[in-house]
């Protein structure tokens, strides 16, 4: 395997408006993302992955661009984005920002220019089409509910498409003018110093542009969106020139938010010559999907999850890596997703730490996960500000549920959970800011915050820490990156374990963790040399087995 620079990274996920608000206007900004650089350092980040801050009027926080070469007065201004870079640098830190391109904002001047002349050039950067027996072109459903079809503005029966919200306009890939204008824009940034970029969205870029009406999926008439691009081919023709006019030139990092690929695809999209550097591992994660969004989303169920993930890991082993996660601003808290009750604890949090970063793949923390942060109560469907939130919460209604279970189900589920601020000491507002923030605080932040968690050794925070220092640590680099990947105790119920390691050349890593309820004895197949780390004040082990209590994990180097 050809070795790239990134391959041994440690990412860290920053969601802009929830980080660090140092103006104390409630949203977060880029003075703030500087004035944390230290403490992400002493994480042990490499990388960091900042959520959209270009201007945006905010309808899906920032993943509707408005322009693409400014950042949002909100956050700061160019100036303030050029020492962050700066200060990055100087830290030996790199910066990936979001690269937003399946659709851009009804507000920037490429819509309102297509707006102002429905059958112009620049109506062609978007899908504008006739209506169909008075009625939207086709019967797709957009990811965050409704008809992705809406009238042109002024218009009887012409029509726009968006995949996601109405704001939202879907770009015309098919036209050669946005392809090259999309590469020109991600080149300006390259050359700024930007090591890469998370893609949004990217699977919708290649549609039928025929959009032809399929069979409905519900009572509503409609099919959901993404289906109607199963079966159509192409999308690697435009990702691969995207590569080869930008990413390749700069020897950039990409990682690909990519639900819905087909299935035998996997190399073209993240093999040695794929189509990005790795991509987000959404299987374990999407064991919990539900049929229509996630207000009717399934139980977590730890043998399916398991059992996913090791699939996940084994079937990238010759190929290439996944971008592990737990959690990230899409999705709710990962500790109140995977832990059951009894093991929403520091303890369980430690576990779900040891797991995720001795994993074969990149690993990405999201902001708060170092903490241990979890799902906010949320007292009234008022206090969530997500758009899709709002779809579910409506959506559960419809299916019947009452409002008291519909807002139950957005605590548990809604992304809202993930994107409360930043807990930064039990001041007010979590120290996150001086004015009122945008977004409910988490109450618990009296307790859970990083002030209190730097100044004890035996804090989430302080795992987090000593498993990316152990990651990283030279004797054992290698084989967390390079290592193979076997899976061990697949009978034995609510373990989670797995060997890493790349035969005579380095060493032999085990991680075990208990997920379960009670002590397990295991048998090791190889011989225990030492505990690397565990979440426990002493470890009960001889050379050749281990016990493990409720929640307890350990890293062990093995013979
Ligand atoms: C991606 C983003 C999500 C956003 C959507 C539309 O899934 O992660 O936050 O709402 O794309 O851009």
């Known amino acids: 395997m050809i070795k790239k620079w990134w391959h041994d990274k440690i990412a860290y996920q920053i969601y802009p408006k929830s980080f660090c608000d140092l103006d104390g206007d409630g949203i977060g900004d880029i003075k703030g993302i500087i004035s944390k650089l230290d403490y992400l350092k002493s994480l042990g980040i490499d990388i960091v ?3 959209p801050v270009y201007k945006s009027p905010f309808v899906d926080q920032g993943y ?57 050039e620049y109506a062609q950067r978007f899908y504008f089409r006739k209506g169909v027996n008075g009625r939207e072109p086709s019967n797709y459903r957009a990811y965050f509910g409704g008809n992705v079809w809406t009238k042109v503005p002024g218009q009887d029966d012409l029509y726009y498409l968006h995949f996601f919200t109405r704001e939202q306009p879907d770009l015309n890939w098919e036209n050669p003018v946005v392809r090259e204008k999309i590469y020109k ?26 959009f032809p009406v399929m069979e409905p999926d519900d009572d509503d008439g409609l099919i959901y969106c993404e289906k109607t691009l199963e079966n159509v081919d192409g999308i690697g023709d435009f990702l691969q020139e995207l590569k080869h006019e930008t990413f390749d030139r700069h020897n950039a990092f990409t990682v690909g938010e990519v639900f819905a690929m ?23 994660h999407s064991t919990m999907s539900g049929d229509k ?15 996913t993930l090791y699939e996940s890991q084994l079937k990238m082993l010759n190929v290439g890596f996944l971008a592990n996660i737990i959690e990230n601003h899409d999705q709710a808290r990962g500790v109140c997703r995977y832990l059951p009750g009894y093991a929403l604890n520091d303890m369980g949090k430690k576990m779900l730490a040891a797991v995720m970063m001795t994993l074969r ?20 469907v008022d206090e969530f500000d997500d758009v899709y939130t709002l779809d579910q919460y409506n959506a559960a209604l419809e299916a019947g549920f009452t409002e008291t279970q519909a807002l139950k189900i957005c605590n ?54 000593r498993i990316v220092a152990l990651r990283k640590n030279d004797l054992y680099r290698e084989t967390f990156t390079y290592g193979g990947f076997v899976p061990l105790f697949k009978e034995k119920e609510g373990i989670l374990a797995f060997c890493r390691s790349c035969g005579e050349t380095c060493c032999k890593i085990v991680t075990v963790a208990n997920f379960g309820k009670n002590e397990a004895v295991l048998t090791m197949p190889y011989k225990i040399k030492k505990v690397l780390i565990s979440n426990s004040t002493k470890t009960n082990h001889t050379t050749d087995s281990i016990t493990l209590s409720s929640c307890e994990c350990a890293v062990l180097l093995c013979e």
């Open 49 to 51: 992955w900042l959520s």
């Open 64 to 120: 509707d661009i408005s322009d693409y070469y400014s950042i949002a007065e909100e956050f700061g201004t160019m100036e303030e984005f050029d020492t962050l870079l700066a200060e990055m640098k100087k830290r030996d830190m790199h910066l990936i920002m979001d690269l937003v391109v399946n659709h851009c904002s009804d507000q920037h001047e490429w819509f309102k220019k297509a707006v102002a002349d429905p059958y112009g």
């Open 412 to 465: 548990r589920r809604s992304r809202d959970n993930a994107r409360t601020p930043m807990q930064w000491s039990d001041s007010d507002n979590a120290g996150f800011s001086t004015g009122t923030p945008w977004l409910k605080v988490n109450p618990n932040y009296k307790t859970i915050n990083v002030a209190a968690q730097e100044k004890d050794k035996n804090s989430v925070l302080n795992f987090y820490r």
């Open 262 to 284: 087909p299935p035998d695809q996997l190399r073209e999209f993240v093999g040695p010559e794929g189509h990005f550097s790795t991509m987000f591992d959404f299987a374990p």
């Open 361 to 380: 793949g990149i690993p990405f923390i999201y902001q708060g996960q170092e903490i241990g942060m979890e799902n906010c109560p949320f007292d009234s």
């Open 185 to 210: 824009m991600v080149n300006w940034w390259l050359d700024k110093g930007l090591s890469g970029f998370r893609i949004d969205a990217i699977i919708n870029i290649k549609k039928n542009t025929d």
């Open 293 to 307: 969004g996630w207000y009717d989303g399934k139980e977590f169920n730890f043998d399916v999850w398991r059992d």
